[in-house]
C-alpha cells in the first residue's frame, strides 16, 4: 500500500514516530517507542479498533488524528492522544504594507488520482468550494492554476471500473475550466510559494490522513482553502505543540471532548447523522474495498511482545460489518441497520479535516 | 553580430537559475547594434522539431549561437546544428556553464561528439568556474571566459531609511549587530556551523548581536559524499542543534522564510554583515551574495568556487579560508568566522561607506555590466576536441539514484581534487592578504580621486 500511495506516504523524519498502522506491529515490536503517530485514514482505524478494541499487551501511546475522535474506543482512551498540525503560516515574513492577506495569485491542488485517495463526487464538491473561493470562472482564469496529481492504478472495479483516471481529469478540466500546470514532484518540492499561494489537498480521509504532500505544502506557506462553509473554528487548547517540520508543528490534545461511536457492538446506534454518514461513507469507500485490511491488521495488542519473543498468531476479527473480496462491490453495512433506512444520503457530507 | 539565444521555456527548478536566465536574457538584449533572437524549448509541447528550429536558426546566420544554461533538451537541437554549416565555415557556440556542470557529465560527453571540431567557448559565472572547466577540457586553450551571472529585477541598492525602520521593527538599537543568511538552508550550505559560530561571539558582542536566518529548507543532504536525508532530517538537525545552544543565544536566532526579492533587498539594508559558509559543490557563483553585495554589506564568506570573486569587492578580506581534508573534502575553521565576525561587530560602517561598497559591486554585476562583459566575450572560440578524462570518470560516478556524482575520497590526486582544486584558495598569511586587501581599497580611492580631478578638468577647459 505504502508504494501504491507514494508520495503521501513518504517516511519523514520526525521525534513523533510517524507510521502506518499495517506497520505499527512490526515497528512497535522492533523500536518499543513509547509513542506513535498514526498516519492512516478512517478506515484502517475502524479495522484496527475492531480488531483490537482493547491495548491488551500494548503499551505506547498512539496518537490519532483529532478529525477521528469520535472512533477511538473507550478502552483505548487514556492510551491515545489527539493531533492536528498547526502552521504558522502568516509568520516568517517581513512586515510589508499592503500586503492583501486574501490575496490569491496561485493555488496548487495536490493528491493522488486513485479511487481510494478521493472519489469522484468529493472531487467534484471540493473543485465547486475552489472555484467559488476564487470568485467564479471568470476570476480564476486570471489565477495561475497548478497541480501535483500522480496517477496510482488501484485496479478496475466495479465501483470504479477502469477509467477513474480519465473521469477525474475530465472532472478537473470541466469543473475548473482553466489550464492547469502539471508538476513533477520535484517541481513541487523546489518552488517558491509567494503570498497569494493557496492549496488543496484532494484526499477523503479514509485511506490516509497524515499526508506528506500536506506537510511539504504547510512547511512552503501555502494555505489551504477553507472547503465546509461553517463558522470559523473555535480555538483549539493543545496540552503540547511540537514543532515536526520547517514553520509545522504537531497540536497534542489529550482531552477527550465526543464521545464514541459505537461501531464495535452490534447495539450501535450513531449519535448523530453526520457520524453515521462519516463511517457510512468510508466503510463503502474503495479504501476499504481495495485493500486486504483483514490480512493487514489482525489482532495483535493483547498478546503483544516485543522483538527476540515469540510473537503471538495473529487472530482476524471482522468487524461488525459485511465486507466483501477485494474485487467486488461491496455494500457494507453494520449488522445493525435501523439508522440505514432507504433513502441514502442524498447531500454530501464534508468530513471534517 | 547576430546571436542566436537558445533557452529553456520551461521554468526552471531553482528559483536562483530562474533569476540568471532572466538576468542573462536582458543583457544580451542590451547589446547594441547587435541583433538577438532567442528561441526557446519546451518540453511541454509534444510537437518538438529541433531539425525545424535549427533550420530557423540557420536561416537566421548567426554568428553566435548562445545556449543560457544546459539543459537534456537541447541535445537534439544541438546534434541538427552540428550538421549545419554557414558559408562562412562553422558557427560559434556559447554555452553558459552552471555550477551542476560537473554533474551533467553524461550529458556532455554525449554532446562532445557533435561539438568535435566546432568553435566553442565556455563563459563561466567566476573565474574558479573558468579553470575548473578549462581543466576539464582536452588540448584546448583559452576556451573558457568569465561572465558573471547579472542580478537583474531588484535595485539592491543601500536604503538608509529602510535599514532604519527594518530594525526598528526587529527591536534593534544602532550599533546593534546584524548578521544575516539568506538561501537554501541545508546540509551543504554549512548553516549549522554558522549558528555555531555565532554561538562563539563573545557575551558582550552576543548581547547587541542578531543572527536572521531566512530561506527553506530542503534535505538536499550532501549527495556527492554519498550522504543523504530523509524529509524532515534537515530540520531536525537544525532543531538539535538550536536546543544545544544557551537559551541566551537561542533567543538571538530568527528564522525567516524564503521571501520575495524586495524584501530580501530590505533584510539587506538592514543588516551588517551577511555571512554564508556554504561549500556546495556547485557554487559557481552565488547569486545572494551578489545581492548582498550591491547593498553594500560587508561579506563573510568561505573562500570556495565563485564566492572569491565577491571578497575582491570589499576594502578588506573576511574570507574564510578553506581547505581539503583527505577524509572529508572542503573544510574549514569555525574559529576563523567568530574572528572575521569580531571584527566586523566592531566595525561602524556609515551609509556612504555602504553606498561606495554598493556601487563597486553594483558596477561589476548589474545588468547594463554584464551587458558590457557580454560585448567583449570572444565571437569565436577554439576548436573543440573532448573532454578530458575525468569529465567521462565522472559520468562513471554519476549515480541515478540520488541523481548526483558520488565521491568516496578526497585525497590529492583524487578526482574530486583535481577538479575542484580551482575552487579553494591557497593560503596565504592572513595579515598579507589584509594589507592586499587594503592596498587595493586605497587604489580605488586614488582611481576615484584622479577621476574626479580629470571631470573637474574637463570641466575647466570646456568653459
Known amino acids: 500500500m505504502f508504494l501504491n500511495i507514494w508520495p503521501v506516504s513518504e517516511n519523514y523524519v520526525s521525534l513523533l514516530n510517524p507510521v502506518f498502522l499495517a506497520d505499527l506491529q512490526t515497528q512497535a515490536a522492533r523500536n518499543t517507542k513509547p509513542d506513535y503517530l498514526i498516519r492512516d485514514g478512517l478506515v484502517p482505524l475502524i479495522w484496527f479498533f475492531t480488531n483490537n478494541p482493547e491495548p491488551g499487551q500494548f503499551k505506547a501511546i498512539l496518537r490519532i488524528h483529532a478529525d477521528f475522535e469520535q472512533f477511538v474506543p473507550p478502552a483505548w482512551r487514556s492510551q491515545v492522544e489527539l493531533y492536528d498540525f498547526i502552521s504558522d503560516h502568516g509568520a516568517g515574513y517581513l512586515p510589508s504594507a499592503g500586503r492583501n492577506a486574501s490575496e490569491i495569485k496561485q493555488i496548487i491542488l495536490i493528491g493522488l488520482i486513485a479511487p481510494s485517495g478521493c472519489s469522484l463526487d468529493r472531487l467534484h464538491a471540493d473543485l465547486e468550494r475552489i472555484v467559488e473561493f476564487a470568485g467564479g470562472h471568470e476570476q480564476l482564469k486570471k489565477i495561475k492554476v497548478r497541480a501535483f496529481l500522480p496517477i496510482r492504478d488501484e485496479g478496475a472495479t466495479i465501483l470504479n471500473g477502469s477509467s477513474f483516471s480519465p473521469h477525474y481529469i475530465l472532472t478537473l478540466w470541466r469543473s475548473l475550466q482553466v489550464d492547469i500546470e502539471f508538476l513533477e514532484l520535484e517541481g513541487l518540492k523546489w518552488m517558491y510559494f509567494e503570498h497569494g499561494t493557496w492549496v488543496h489537498e484532494f484526499n477523503e480521509g479514509h485511506l490516509y490522513k497524515d499526508s506528506y504532500l500536506r506537510t511539504l505544502a504547510l512547511a512552503k506557506g501555502g494555505r489551504f482553502i477553507p472547503m465546509a462553509n461553517s463558522p470559523s473554528t473555535p480555538t483549539v487548547e493543545y496540552s503540547q505543540v511540537i514543532p515536526i517540520y520547517p514553520h509545522v508543528s504537531c497540536g497534542i490534545r489529550r482531552e477527550f471532548k465526543k464521545p464514541f461511536v459505537d461501531y464495535l457492538t452490534e447495539q450501535w446506534k450513531p449519535e448523530n447523522a453526520e457520524t453515521s454518514e462519516t463511517f457510512y461513507r468510508a466503510m463503502n469507500s474503495s479504501a476499504n474495498i481495495k485493500y486486504p485490511w483483514a490480512k493487514w491488521i489482525p489482532s495483535w495488542c493483547k498478546d503483544f511482545t516485543v522483538s527476540g519473543q515469540e510473537i503471538a498468531s495473529p487472530a482476524v476479527t471482522e468487524p461488525q460489518l459485511e465486507t466483501s473480496e477485494v474485487t467486488e462491490v461491496a455494500s457494507a453495512t453494520p449488522a445493525s441497520t435501523d439508522w440505514l433506512q432507504p433513502e441514502a444520503p442524498s447531500q454530501e457530507v464534508e468530513v471534517s479535516h | ?461 570646456a568653459s
Not at chain 2, 559524499?225 to 541566551?248: H, K, M, V
Not at chain 2, 559557481?284 to 564566492?307: C, H, N, Q, R, S
Not at chain 2, 565577491?310 to 567568530?338: C, K, Q, R, W, Y
Request: glycine share 6%; with cysteine.
Open chain 2, 1 to 461: 553580430m547576430r546571436i542566436a539565444l537558445i533557452s529553456m521555456n520551461d521554468e526552471s527548478y531553482w528559483r536562483s537559475c530562474c533569476f540568471i536566465t532572466e538576468g542573462l536574457r536582458d543583457a544580451y538584449k542590451l547589446q547594441p547594434r547587435d541583433r538577438v533572437v532567442e528561441w526557446r524549448i519546451s518540453t511541454a509541447k509534444s510537437h518538438l522539431n529541433p531539425a525545424q528550429m535549427a533550420k530557423e536558426i540557420h536561416n537566421f546566420k548567426p554568428h553566435v549561437i548562445s545556449f543560457l544554461d544546459t539543459h537534456p533538451a537541447f541535445g537534439p537541437l544541438l546534434f541538427e546544428l552540428s550538421k549545419l554549416k554557414p558559408r562562412w565555415g562553422h558557427y560559434n557556440f556559447r554555452f553558459h556553464a552552471y555550477g551542476d556542470f560537473t554533474c551533467k557529465a553524461n550529458l556532455w560527453i554525449k554532446w562532445a561528439a557533435w561539438l568535435k571540431g566546432l568553435n566553442v567557448t565556455f563563459a563561466c559565472a567566476s573565474p574558479a568556474q573558468a579553470r575548473l572547466l578549462q581543466n576539464l577540457l582536452l588540448e584546448t586553450q583559452n576556451a573558457t571566459e568569465v561572465c558573471p551571472f547579472p542580478v537583474a529585477g531588484e535595485d539592491f541598492s543601500f536604503d538608509p531609511l529602510r535599514r532604519e525602520s527594518l530594525r526598528k521593527t526587529f527591536g534593534l538599537k544602532p550599533d546593534d549587530f546584524l548578521i544575516v543568511y539568506t538561501g537554501r538552508l541545508t546540509l551543504q550550505k554549512n548553516v549549522l556551523a554558522a549558528l555555531r559560530a555565532f554561538a562563539a561571539l563573545s557575551p558582550e558582542i552576543l548581547a547587541r548581536s542578531r543572527f536572521v536566518i531566512a530561506g527553506e529548507f530542503d534535505d538536499l543532504g550532501a549527495p556527492m559524499r554519498g550522504i543523504t536525508i530523509p524529509p524532515g532530517g534537515f530540520f531536525a538537525l537544525w532543531q538539535d542543534e538550536l536546543n544545544s545552544l544557551a537559551p541566551a543565544v537561542r533567543e538571538r536566532i530568527q528564522l525567516l522564510r524564503g521571501m520575495p526579492r524586495a524584501d530580501l533587498k530590505d533584510l539587506y539594508s538592514a543588516a551588517d554583515v551577511y555571512l554564508s559558509l556554504s561549500l556546495q559543490h556547485d557554487e559557481d557563483f552565488g547569486m545572494a551574495p551578489a545581492e548582498a553585495a550591491m547593498a553594500g554589506l560587508p561579506l563573510v564568506l568561505t573562500k570556495w568556487g565563485g564566492y572569491m570573486t565577491f571578497l575582491e569587492f570589499m576594502p578588506t578580506d573576511h574570507g574564510i579560508h578553506v581547505h581539503l581534508s583527505e577524509n572529508n573534502g572542503p573544510e574549514f575553521d569555525i574559529a576563523d568566522v567568530t574572528r572575521n565576525l569580531t571584527l566586523l561587530a566592531e566595525q561602524k560602517l556609515t551609509p556612504e561607506d555602504r553606498r561606495r561598497a554598493g556601487a563597486v559591486a553594483t558596477a561589476k554585476l548589474s545588468v547594463k555590466s554584464i551587458a558590457r562583459n557580454i560585448k567583449r566575450l570572444k565571437r569565436s572560440g577554439p576548436q573543440f576536441r573532448d573532454f578530458k578524462p575525468q569529465v567521462y570518470e565522472l559520468a562513471q560516478l554519476f549515480d541515478f539514484k540520488t541523481g548526483t556524482l558520488i565521491f568516496t575520497n578526497f585525497h590529492k590526486g583524487s578526482t574530486y581534487e583535481i577538479i575542484y582544486r580551482t575552487y579553494i584558495e591557497p593560503k596565504v598569511d592572513s595579515a598579507e592578504s589584509r594589507i592586499k586587501g587594503a592596498h587595493s581599497f586605497w587604489n580605488r580611492k586614488l582611481e576615484g580621486i584622479r577621476q574626479s580631478l580629470h571631470q573637474s578638468a574637463r570641466r575647466l577647459f
